[in-house]
Nanobody
Framework: QVQLVESGGGLVQAGGSLTLSCTDS????????MAWFRQAPGKEREFVAV????????YYAGSVKGRFTISRDSAKNTVYLQTNGLHAEDTAVYYC???????????????????????WGKGTLVTVSS
């Protein structure tokens, strides 16, 4: 069973960086594609980035490409999101998710309630002050 717990959120000034982590306490982490989403107050959940089960394929949303980096460490059952050059618009709750399918293209990650993923963490809040 997949159980995801995010950490690393906090308050940061505009232009700053944070590294978010998501750890799976189950034993099947290496089988799943892992993604990060975010949800700002009053807005829909938004796809951020996805990495396939082996780490060989990655896809980013256009709004974060070049600023954010997703990676995974299967030995630690952990996926990371390195966020750089943060803007106030990046303020949101960031969610980690695991899925059995890997898609290239934002459209596959836009439809609720599951947004193309199978398991979700509870989120970690990132607040960027301007």
């Amino acid at each position: 069973q997949v159980q995801l717990v995010e950490s690393g959120g906090g308050l940061v000034q505009a232009g700053g960086s944070l590294t978010l982590s998501c750890t799976d306490s189950g034993r099947t982490f290496s089988r799943y594609n892992m993604a990060w989403f975010r949800q700002a107050p009053g807005k829909e959940r938004e796809f951020v980035a996805v990495i396939n089960w082996s780490g060989s394929s990655i896809y980013y949303a256009g709004s974060v490409k070049g600023r954010f980096t997703i990676s995974r460490d299967s030995a630690k059952n952990t996926v990371y999101l390195q966020t750089n050059g943060l803007h106030a618009e990046d303020t949101a709750v960031y969610y980690c998710a695991a899925g059995s399918k890997f898609y290239v293209g934002d459209v596959y990650y836009t439809r609720g309630p599951d947004y193309g993923m199978d398991y979700w963490g509870k989120g970690t809040l990132v607040t960027v002050s301007s």
